[in-house]
Nanobody, 117 residues
Framework: QVQLVEGGGGLVQPGGSLRLSCAAS????????MGWYRQAPGKQRELVAR???????NYAASVKGRFTISRDNAKNTVYLQMNSLQPEDTAVYYC???????????WGQGTQVTVSS
């Protein structure tokens, strides 16, 4: 079994910053993709940023230039540095990992990010 444990969410004022972390543990094998999605109330879950095979990164257009994804392979951990946060970034942020040749999909429990004055 694989567990993804997120941390770092919270309440921040517009223009502020937060750093999310996601640590994978358990029967980890061949991580193909690892990154972050978010879901705002009444909206569909959407990609925020992710690493895909070869170390390539994908970002949603709405966060490019403000958010940075990074990773520590030795710790099986990914981070999401979020700068210049805006109210529209308010959402539950979910860590996601896709592993193995069968592309097994794993999700974290989610961490709330609220941007409000």
């Amino acid at each position: 079994q694989v567990q993804l444990v997120e941390g770092g969410g919270g309440l921040v004022q517009p223009g502020g910053s937060l750093r999310l972390s996601c640590a994978a543990s358990g029967s980890i094998f061949s991580i193909n993709v690892m990154g972050w999605y978010r879901q705002a109330p009444g909206k569909q879950r959407e990609l925020v940023a992710r690493f895909i095979s070869g170390g390539i990164t994908n970002y949603a257009a709405s966060v490019k230039g403000r958010f940075t994804i990074s990773r520590d392979n030795a710790k099986n951990t990914v981070y999401l540095q979020m700068n210049s946060l805006q109210p529209e970034d308010t959402a539950v942020y979910y860590c996601n990992a896709v592993m193995g040749s069968r592309l097994q999909n794993y999700w974290g429990q989610g961490t709330q990010v609220t941007v409000s004055s």
